[in-house]
């Protein structure tokens, strides 16, 4: 499965965003879909998953609250809508597809990064 990541962009702390992870080649609704982040001169960490039927979520700590991650299962995309953003949000983000939602941080399909850049 090829993944596509859009939606980045410049926003002021406070503000929302919505990205989009698309995937083509190969249907989504038999993967899981996590969302992953690197700033610059920081090691890629994990932001959010969701599992192959939208029954499950995890969030990382930092994000609770604030990121909803869905999935539409006829458009074959997986959102994740950001809310009350805040500058140490700035990363470059990535979706990933893995089997299972367990296995995300392993994912072996990678989309490639959108820029969201969260500054005044």
């Known amino acids: 499965v090829q993944l596509q990541a859009s939606g980045g962009g410049s926003v002021q702390p406070g503000g929302s965003l919505r990205l989009a992870c698309a995937a083509s080649g190969r249907s989504f609704s038999d993967y899981a879909v996590g969302w992953f982040r690197q700033a610059p001169g920081k090691e890629r960490e994990f932001v959010a998953a969701?599992?192959?039927?939208?029954?499950?979520?995890r969030y990382v700590d930092s994000v609770k609250g604030r990121f909803t991650v869905s999935r539409n299962t006829a458009r074959n995309s997986v959102y994740l809508q950001m809310n009350s953003l805040k500058p140490e949000d700035t990363a470059v983000y990535f979706c990933?597809?893995?089997?299972?939602?367990?296995?995300?941080?392993?994912?072996?399909?990678w989309g490639q990064g959108t820029l969201v850049t969260v500054s005044s």
């Open positions: 969701i599992s192959w039927n939208g029954g499950l979520t």
């Open positions: 990933a597809a893995a089997s299972t939602i367990d296995t995300i941080r392993d994912a072996k399909h």
